[in-house]
């Protein structure tokens, strides 16, 4: 069901010789280009109604407005299951707390008596954000996009999601309804590629934004790709992806448990069991058959996702070999099943969010423990971050001298400039001194 990779014996390659021994996912995104962007160009110059078609094509329905009726967000809040909106409104709460505590604050340095830097961080004006209604329902990551943009204080916050047939054309209630928990009154019944290209082109009902965040397929990561530079993008996001540290202290129970949670998202999610242990590798395959056996989604995710070329259970020699092997794979999301679970996790340098000990399981992430679940995959946790404050804010340098301050250190940028022979960059200073270096 799910293979091995046994890195036992020899010492481990570096770096992308690392990499190249590591399960992962086909993710093409470069091919997905020629498919998107006849689409994005369709959307550019036709607006709304090519959103539309595109719309009835992929989704099978055909609707008169991409935007959503403020009476129809209202409706599905009020038609939520209480225990749902309970859930959505802590998970609300705890995800504030977090992410409140990320602002960042206005600093001016002193850099000479007269000359200083002041950094301030400025919102950007209006984000798009995208929520995913393929597979299944994800009320989740409008919480998770919206919040850390309401609390960057971003102004304007549109929400996309692909319309559903079950829902006349609307996207899932449940989304519609965590919409309306958070205030969020700018909606599109939009998916796909179409839906970035109506972020970064606009249309007659959707304002163009200037960054667009949120996870989406392959088709939505190559529309991000192709549309950067118009506008802003958090990642490419790829196939959720879960790596497990562990060692015989662990569990196998919560491991295998662990690893089916992840699979169930979709037939190309990585779930990678990382240990030192032959005795819980061979356990953990064992729970693998009952637990399965106990669930959903079986033939059509959990199982192709499991027997996949993106899952293994990769057996190494040490722990330390394991930290090793856990930083070359740079996995979305990290748990650590290990004795001294903290310590160990002190020593990670690559992951999107580590989760630390058997009480902290990925699902807990997913949905309450505050973190945001928007996560670096592929392997780009080695250089990116997941979704925060920060992903919404933009910092700008205010320069401010004094005459006395300029002229201590002209003779430096005139020199400089002068050795990258741009000499009209040294005269911008002379000439505020009578086309003389001031004297030091």
């Known amino acids: 069901m799910i293979s091995r990779i046994d890195l036992r014996g020899n010492a481990l390659p570096e770096g992308g010789a690392l990499r190249d021994l590591l399960p992962r996912a086909e993710f093409d995104v470069e091919a997905a280009l020629e498919t998107v962007r006849p689409i994005c160009e369709d959307v550019r110059h036709r607006g709304s109604a090519a959103v539309i078609e595109w719309g009835e094509k992929f989704d099978g329905v055909r609707l008169d407005s991409i935007r959503v009726p403020a009476a129809a967000i209202a409706a599905a809040v009020e038609q939520l299951d209480p225990a749902v909106r309970a859930a959505l409104e802590e998970s609300i709460r705890r995800a504030r707390l977090v992410h409140r505590e990320q602002r960042r604050t206005t600093h001016t340095t002193q850099v000479v008596p007269g000359g200083t830097v002041t950094e301030k961080w400025v919102p950007v004006e209006r984000v798009g954000l995208y929520v995913p209604g393929g597979r299944s329902v994800y009320p989740s990551s409008v919480v998770m996009n919206v919040v850390p943009a309401q609390e960057a204080g971003v102004e304007g916050i549109a929400v996309a999601s692909p319309p559903q047939k079950d829902f006349g054309g609307l996207p899932h209630p449940t989304i519609l309804a965590a919409c309306a928990l958070l205030g969020v009154d700018e909606v599109y019944a939009a998916g796909g590629a179409q839906a970035i ?55 196998p129970v919560h491991v295998a448990a662990d690893l089916i949670s992840q699979a169930e998202h979709d037939p190309m999610a990585a779930a990678v069991l990382v240990t030192d242990s032959e005795e819980l590798a061979a356990a953990t395959e064992a729970e693998l058959k009952p637990q399965i056996a106990a669930t959903k989604h079986v033939t059509d995710r959990i199982e192709p996702a499991l027997a996949g070329r993106q899952s293994a259970i990769v057996l190494v020699n040490d722990l330390a070999d394991g930290l090793k092997v856990v930083d070359a794979y740079a996995a979305e999301h990290l748990e650590i099943q290990t004795a001294d679970a903290a310590a160990v996790a002190d020593r990670v340098r690559n992951a999107g969010a580590i989760f630390v000990g058997p009480w902290a399981p990925v699902s807990l992430g997913d949905y309450c423990a505050g973190s945001n679940h928007v996560l670096p995959t592929g392997g780009c946790a080695c250089h990116s971050s997941g979704l925060s404050v920060q992903s919404f804010l933009r910092g700008i340098h205010i320069v401010d001298y004094t005459r006395d301050a300029l002229a201590e250190v002209t003779h430096h940028v005139v020199t400089l400039a002068e050795a990258e022979d741009l000499p009209a960059h040294g005269a911008a200073l002379k000439a505020r001194f009578g086309w003389k270096v001031p004297q030091q």
């Not at 970064?200 to 950067?228: M, S």
């Open 197 to 251: 290209a109506m972020f970064a082109y606009g249309t007659a009902e959707c304002l163009p934004v200037d960054l667009v965040t949120g996870p989406g397929n392959i088709y939505v990561a190559a529309a991000k790709r192709l549309l950067k530079g118009r506008i802003g993008i958090d990642a490419e996001a790829g196939p959720t992806e879960i790596a497990i540290l562990a060692d015989s202290t662990a569990d």
